[in-house]
């Protein structure tokens, strides 16, 4: 099983690489659209600013490879924030593929929230997915980020800091984790594993 992991400039991309690899995954770094479009599966990571993450994508043309992809997508962090319609950080037009608005956290209490999110948090109200097999009850996940996207018909997953917001989307071939999967232990891994069984 081939597996493409996007390069775009964003970080925190070794980390998943090391993740894949954990899991004795044969994944490959690259923003060639080709070997995309050949892959069985395609994960899409980040760490970063939005609009020029979304000005690098479309230099490439990437934006057009990843809204036609058939395979299993899974974007991470900023890319699932990138996968949504639009993002508040910069005022950033992004992909589309899920008709969501990613919005900036603003604390009530900042005593008690800070901003960024950076933490352990729980997955609420998971649906009945293949991504969300065999997970334990009550299941945590490791955060890093400032933006988080809207509640919608396409949440499969919930997290509440100062209020609710998508923890996993999915729609059609495209899932999305605002978490991250590789810094998340046993859970992330088996999102991961769950994702690469598809």
Not at 7 to 28: F, H, I, P
Not at 85 to 100: A, M, R, W
Request: aromatic share 10%.
């Amino acid at each position: 099983m081939k597996i493409a992991v996007i390069k775009y400039n964003s970080g925190n991309v070794q980390s998943v690489l090391y993740a894949l690899e954990r899991l004795g995954a044969d994944a490959e770094l690259t923003d060639d659209p080709e070997l995309i479009r050949a892959a069985d599966k395609v994960i899409f990571p980040g760490q970063g600013e939005a609009s020029s993450a979304m000005r690098y994508l479309k230099e490439r043309k990437l934006d057009q490879v990843i809204s036609d992809i058939k395979q299993p997508f899974l974007g991470v962090c900023l890319g699932l924030q990138l996968l949504c319609e639009h993002t508040e950080e910069n005022d950033t037009e992004c992909l589309g593929i899920f008709p969501v608005k990613v919005k900036r956290f603003v604390p009530e209490n900042s005593q008690e929230f800070k901003v960024p999110h950076v933490g352990w948090n729980e997955l609420e109200n998971l649906a009945d997915n293949p991504i969300l097999k065999d997970l334990p009850a009550n299941p945590f996940v490791y955060y890093v980020h400032s933006f988080y996207a809207e509640l919608s018909e396409f949440t499969i997953a919930q997290t509440h800091y100062i209020h609710d917001f998508s923890g996993i989307l999915h729609r059609d071939n495209y899932y999305a984790i605002q978490a991250h999967p590789e810094k998340s232990g046993l859970v992330g891994e088996k999102i991961l594993e769950n994702f690469l069984s598809l």
